[in-house]
């Protein structure tokens, strides 16, 4: 995951004619994207490179991290760089699940019930702050990402392609009132941590500020549309024709059986953690410009894909021990196949 170059901002500076995503190529497309976003979010690339790969295979994302890291504003960057639709909500804790699903709305008009739908019904969701919303309604939306559609009094209305949620979450101790389940954490693909910037990129985001870059206006920050929904089906087409050697596949079901044994654990990762470890690992080696996937792959990808789907025992945390901890511990001891 490279340092993408960190173009400045602002539009008399920026190279405002760089419609790279029309090169008919999905991974200069993507690639595209990247330094696009980089436009307004300097660093953060592990998150960056794990929205783009949640895209690739359809999953949905959890951002977690303490505030001002700018989780949003990466999120509203991408919806901005990308030719999709895209809705934000601000999980509050009135929220009602109906404001995300949608609901019915009697016409007196027709003398009629109809569907309003709501902002779930859009390509790249927004759900900011997820974790301040109780959990009815954070049900609402997580059943929604799994079933892809929305039923309310009985009809299943289908949500549309692609979609996408980026959700934002503080860390524990920041929590709000209401953590996610933990059995229904895995519906995340990837769950990305947002550190604390450097020194170094700190300094950038302040020289973009001081020249003038607003958060608020990213038509302004130079940041244009340069892929669409069409790089993103060109892309999963050459994917999908990805070898995966058998060590590969065996590699990853062992290091998923390591986390079954380590005595720090009270939930290991499940075999459908190990699918979304593939289906993460391959989406990178393409990005990579590979058409195979490699043991280093498949560590690239393993924290963000695996560090929501264990829990620790309680024992384990209180001596420090952390999902990351272990999960380095186990791809420090299990075989490596060349
Ligand atoms: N890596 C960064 N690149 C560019 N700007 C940044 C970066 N980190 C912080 N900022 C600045 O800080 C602001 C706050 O970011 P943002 O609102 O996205 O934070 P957040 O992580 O969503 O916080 P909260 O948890 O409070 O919602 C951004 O609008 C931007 O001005
Ligand atoms: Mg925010």
Not at 182 to 198: C, G, N, S
Request: charged share 25%.
């Amino acid at each position: 995951m490279t340092e993408h170059d960190a173009r400045p901002p602002h539009p008399l500076l920026t190279d405002t004619a760089t419609d790279a995503g029309r090169t008919g190529d999905p991974r200069q497309a993507l690639e595209a994207l990247r330094a696009e976003i980089g436009k307004a979010v300097v660093g953060q690339d592990p998150a960056v490179t794990g929205l783009v790969v949640a895209l690739l295979c359809r999953g949905h994302v959890l951002l977690e991290g303490v505030p001002g890291v700018a989780k949003t504003l990466l999120v509203r960057t991408l919806a901005t760089a990308l030719r999709i639709g895209t809705k934000r909500v601000q999980f509050t804790p009135d929220l009602m699940p109906g404001d995300v699903t949608g609901s019915l709305v009697y016409d007196a008009r027709t003398a009629e019930f109809s569907f309003q739908p709501g902002p779930v019904f859009t390509n790249l969701l927004l759900a900011d702050e997820i974790n301040r919303t109780p959990p009815k309604t954070q049900a609402s939306l997580l059943e929604a990402m799994e079933e892809r559609q929305v039923s309310v009094d009985g009809t299943p209305r289908p949500l549309p392609e692609p979609f996408m949620v980026a959700a934002t979450q503080n860390p524990v101790e920041y929590e709000g009132t209401y953590p996610l389940p933990e059995a229904q954490l895995d519906r995340f693909l990837l769950k990305l941590i947002l550190p604390l910037p450097t020194r170094e990129n700190e300094v950038q985001v302040l020289t973009r500020h001081a020249s003038g870059f607003d958060p608020r206006d990213l038509d302004t920050a130079g940041v244009r549309p340069v892929a669409g929904p069409e790089d993103l089906d060109a892309a999963r087409a050459e994917i999908a024709k990805l070898t995966v050697a058998p060590e590969i596949l065996a590699y990853i079901v062992d290091l998923c059986r390591a986390t079954r044994e380590s005595p720090s654990l009270s939930l290991s990762v499940s075999p459908r953690g190990a699918t979304a470890l593939l289906a993460t690992a391959r989406a990178w080696a393409w990005l990579a410009g590979r058409d195979y996937v490699t043991p280093d792959d498949v560590k690239a990808l393993a924290l963000p894909t695996l560090r929501h789907r264990i829990q620790l025992r309680p024992e384990a945390e209180m001596e420090g021990v952390t999902a990351d901890s272990v999960l380095q511990s186990v791809l420090s001891h299990v075989p490596v196949p060349r």
